[in-house]
């Protein structure tokens, strides 16, 4: 069984569920799309991962401008307002009469090539927006006993060649990462920056705890987490210490404790790194206070959203 940030608990509800591909609703086992895709091709799509909470999209203004800033980033530009695609997902939920813990993946891609090529010109079509939603809640096993994680080689790119930041379809450095870190026995990768400091997981972004103090990386080659954002925020506003710094694996090792962030499974503790047991190896007091501060910053946006 996998185990990790994204480990699911199943649901047979997922196996009708219904899927829009450019406002089309399609049974999960006809959704198809056409093998000229730009996004199959060379990776060219951006997308974006939203909670559906008690009736509320939960932080969706963050995660729509982080789309359009993504889409403006790589040039694509987008026949519909934020409004029109809020609308979209909409349509799709209320389709598959979900309500709560759904997990919406918006994946839009530059539109369908006449040939195979990088061309941008050879697009045809105008973008392919396809919305699928499932009913996800993260396992509890995750969240109780925590992940360990292992360094790989494969470093976070600088941004003068593929920002991490940009929540684009090519994630193949990410998966290489990744498959080190199995490799190696771990549950999920653990990245550096180009100058050697911790930057980021393949698919979460990573903090520890140090003297009571939360640390984070720069921002600079880390993916541009919302939830990173809100535990920040957390911080803040209840007097916690929290720096965005660089530091090492010398600081990582050391740590009292370590969690990941990400929007499906929140946080999430992390117990061994490399090896090396990190802090009592458990769920620690202030990553447990962090984590309960968050689920009521999600309440507060639900019960906001309803108002």
Known sequence: MVHGTHNAIEDSRNKDILISINDELCHRSEAKISVFDSGYLVGDGVWEALRLHDGVLVFLEDHLNRLWQSAKVVGMALPFSKKELEDKIWDTLKANQMTDGVHVRVMITRGIK???????????????????????????????????????????????????????????????????????????????????????????????????????STGKYCMNGITRSKVIQICNDNNIDCLEKDFSLFDVYGADEAFVTGTFGGLTPVTKIDGKIIGKGAYGALTKRLSNLYEDLIRKTINDGRG
């Open 114 to 216: 006449k040939t195979p090529s990088q061309d941008p010109r050879l697009t045809i079509t105008g973008p392919n927006i396809v919305i699928i939603p499932e009913y996800k809640t993260a396992s509890k096993d995750s969240k109780d006993n925590g992940i360990t994680l292992f360094t790989s080689t494969v470093r976070r790119g600088s941004p003068d060649y593929l920002d991490p930041r940009l929540n684009c379809h090519s994630k193949l450095h990410e998966v290489q990462a990744l498959i080190q870190a199995i490799e190696a026995g771990a549950d999920e990768a653990l990245m550096l920056d180009v100058n050697g400091f911790v930057a980021t997981c393949n698919a979460t972004n990573f903090f520890i705890i140090r003297d009571n103090q939360v640390w984070t």
